[in-house]
C-alpha cells in the first residue's frame, strides 16, 4: 500500500529514474556533447593546419607545424577526463552494459599507455578515444528517446 508521499515521488519520477538522476544524466550529455566539439575541432585543425603546412612557402615554420602536430593531440586529450565522466554516469545508472563499458574505456586506455611506454607514439590510443565520445553519444540518445517513447505510451494510455 503507498501512502500520499510516496505516491507524489512516485509521480515526480520518470520510469523509476529520481528527477537529480535524470538531470546528472542530461549534465553528462552536455558534457559528452563539449567532447564530441572537441574532437570535431582537432580534425579541422588536422586538416587545415596540415594543409597550411603543407604549402611549399610554410614549410620552414615551426609554429605551422606545432599547431598541425600538437593541437589535435590537445584537443582530444581534453576529451579523457569527460568521457571517464561519462562513463561513470552510465554505469552508476546502467545506461549501457558494464562490459560494454569497461571494454570501451579498458582498450583505450590500454592503447594509449602502451602507445606511450613501447611505441613511443600516442595517435592510435587518442584515436581509440575518439570511438568512446561517440559510443556514448548513442548510449545517451538511446535513453532519452525511450524516456520520450514511455511517456507518449504513458499519455495513449492515459486517454
Known amino acids: 500500500m503507498t501512502t500520499v508521499s510516496d505516491q507524489s515521488l512516485q509521480n515526480k519520477s520518470q520510469h523509476g529514474f529520481a528527477p537529480l538522476a535524470i538531470a546528472r544524466i ?5 558534457a559528452n556533447q563539449i ?7 582537432a580534425l579541422f585543425a588536422f586538416v587545415v ?8 612557402a610554410f614549410h620552414d615554420n615551426q609554429l605551422l607545424y606545432q599547431l598541425f602536430y ?3 593531440y590537445a ?3 581534453l576529451t579523457i577526463p569527460i568521457t571517464v565522466y561519462d562513463a561513470l554516469v552510465i554505469y552508476r545508472y546502467r545506461l549501457n552494459q558494464p562490459s560494454m563499458i569497461a571494454l570501451s574505456i579498458g582498450v583505450s586506455t590500454i592503447i594509449l599507455i602502451g602507445g606511450l611506454l613501447f611505441a613511443d607514439t600516442v595517435w592510435l590510443g587518442l584515436a581509440s578515444w575518439l570511438g568512446v565520445a561517440f559510443l556514448f553519444k548513442v548510449t545517451f540518445k538511446r535513453f532519452f528517446n525511450y524516456l520520450e517513447v514511455q511517456e507518449d505510451s504513458d499519455s495513449v494510455e492515459e486517454t
Do not use: C, D, E, H
Open 26 to 30: 542530461k549534465g553528462a550529455q552536455r
Open 35 to 41: 567532447a564530441i566539439y572537441l574532437i570535431y575541432a
Open 49 to 56: 593546419f596540415g594543409t597550411i603546412a603543407s604549402i611549399k
Open 70 to 72: 600538437n593541437l589535435p
Open 75 to 77: 584537443l582530444v586529450a
